[in-house]
């Protein structure tokens, strides 16, 4: 990490091109090195020095008055993953404190991570360093042999040299009566099926989103359909009495948290939803088709299919197919087909406790 000053007033955008943060004329920040470069290479900054001659990066040693500060510039998973991170150094230095500097983009989900840590804006005004005994870092997660290969919980320990983290970060979830959709004498299960970016190779696409969400609700499950109205591409259906749409219904992330918190499991691809199932403790069948599904193993409540490819996994989780072909991009291969999905969660759902009825109708033959 760098210690930068600002040339010129510089407004900053994130990979989606929204207002990330902001830079005042003669300030000094913390910046990771990417984005350092990035802003000197533009120049709107230019570089003092770096974070540890100002500020030890901690070692996982013990510390006298231990004071932390995280730099966060992740998406909104990696902050899950580094929340548990959090929690497991806390476990090990009860009397620690840690800041952590969030951006705009994942604040409302640190705003809901049940630790008693602060919140700070990024970037750190590097005045305020002063503040804290060591800071921790996420630098070096891309680098990291085999990360793709790796636990997220595993490579994020490792470069915050915190201990392995046991359970997910806790959350704070507001109620939310998912039961209240259905007929009051019911007892049927409720499914969520995540939607991701269209033209992900991680996405699953809509067609057969749509299919499993049809036998799904011909065995009386209740479906409910979730994502970001602006990344999903296609016609999705209204709402009717066997699925709810609330895709664009949950902008904020305690109230998508409410909603996986009050469904009985989630389908979806690797993606955010995976680790705030995990994190409020609902089941979660994740599709890998081009990410590892060693990631799944973080989490008891997560478990992963995946197709039968010889050069699945290749790890890319946005853009075009390596190889050109895509044969997993758009997951239509058996072994990821919505009747054999179907199955799996009916299998799952039936090991539960909660003695759920389900509709006669026979799911079709493979």
Do not use: K
């Amino acid at each position: 990490m760098q210690i930068v000053e600002a040339i010129t007033d510089a407004r900053v955008l994130d990979h989606s091109g929204r207002p990330a943060y902001e830079l005042r004329t003669g300030e000094r920040y913390v910046l990771y090195d990417d984005e350092a470069h990035h802003g000197m290479a533009g120049g709107a900054l230019r570089a003092i020095g770096p974070l540890d001659s100002m500020l030890p990066h901690y070692r996982g040693r013990d510390v006298e008055e231990p004071r932390f500060v995280l730099p966060f510039i992740g998406r909104l998973g990696d902050a899950l993953v580094a929340a548990a991170c959090l929690a497991a150094l806390r476990d090990r230095i009860p009397n620690c404190r840690i800041d952590v500097a969030v951006g705009r983009a994942t604040r409302q989900l640190w705003e809901i991570i049940d630790l008693p840590i602060t919140l700070q804006s990024h970037p750190l005004p590097a005045d305020e360093l002063g503040r804290y005994s060591h800071y921790l870092s996420l630098e070096g997660v891309e680098s990291i042999p085999d990360g793709g290969a790796r636990r997220l919980a595993d490579v994020f320990s490792h470069c915050m040299h915190t201990p392995l983290p046991r359970r997910p970060a806790p959350l704070i979830t507001p109620s939310f009566d998912v039961n209240a959709w259905l007929p009051s004498e019911s007892n049927h299960p409720s499914v969520g099926i995540a939607l991701g970016p269209a033209e992900n190779p991680r996405t699953y696409p809509i067609e057969l989103v749509l299919q499993l969400a049809q036998l799904l609700i011909r065995r009386g499950v209740l479906v409910v359909l979730l994502g970001q109205a602006e990344e999903v591409g296609g016609e999705l259906p209204t709402d009717s009495p066997r699925m709810i749409n609330l895709v664009g219904r949950t902008e904020r992330v305690a109230s998508l948290a409410g909603v996986v918190a009050s469904l009985d499991m989630v389908v979806g691809p690797d993606s955010f939803l995976m680790h705030l199932a995990a994190a409020v403790n609902t089941p979660f069948l994740a599709l890998f088709t081009s990410t590892n599904p060693v990631l799944a193993g973080d989490y008891s409540m997560v478990w992963a299919v995946s197709p039968s490819l010889e050069c699945s996994p290749c790890g890319v989780a946005t853009g075009a197919c390596p190889l050109g072909h895509g044969h997993c991009v758009a997951p239509y291969h058996s072994d990821l087909r919505p009747t054999r999905l179907c199955r799996l969660i009916l299998s799952r759902l039936r090991t539960t406790s909660r003695g759920f009825a389900f509709a006669p109708t026979t799911v079709s033959a493979d």
